[in-house]
């Protein structure tokens, strides 16, 4: 039996973007639901073409999810509203790196620089051009 646990961002009409820019990043397989392949699913038109449900997944296990609220709910915070992270970690440094350089090539916010921390592993924070807040760490690898 598997359980997991995934990340579901809420974009207010920059989903397809963002898991677009995801995908170039991270790699892996991107599906995308808008939301007039359910009919009736979305009350106005003009938003039918909005992402209902869209998710990536690495070769590597990653899984990212996300979708845009309908402007009815524009009042609703989303993704890039502070509070919580989406964090990268492992002992793969190289893959770790490629994520932040790509990430912080565009970043808004660099919090923390990705470099040694004094805990021992490589550690670095941002915010990408969509306002989500990353932390990525990579570690010694485990025996």
């Known amino acids: 039996m598997t359980v997991l ?12 973007e963002a898991l677009e820019f995801y995908h170039s990043v991270l790699g892996g397989t991107l599906n995308l639901m808008q939301y007039d392949a359910i009919p009736g699913m979305m009350g106005d038109p003009s938003e039918s073409t909005l992402i209902m449900h869209g998710q990536l997944e690495t070769e590597d296990g990653l899984t990212l999810m996300a979708a ?13 509203t502070p509070g919580s992270s989406v964090c990268v970690s492992g002992d793969d440094l190289e893959r770790l790196t490629a994520i932040w350089t790509a990430l912080a090539e565009s970043a808004t916010h660099i919090q923390q620089p990705f470099e040694k921390a004094p805990w021992g592993d490589t550690f670095g924070m941002l915010s990408d051009r969509f306002g989500v807040p990353w932390m990525i760490s990579g570690g010694p690898a485990q025996d």
């Open 68 to 80: 845009d609220y309908p402007a009815s709910m524009q009042e609703v915070p989303d993704a890039s």
């Open 5 to 16: 646990l995934n990340p579901y961002l809420n974009f207010h009409g920059t989903a397809r």
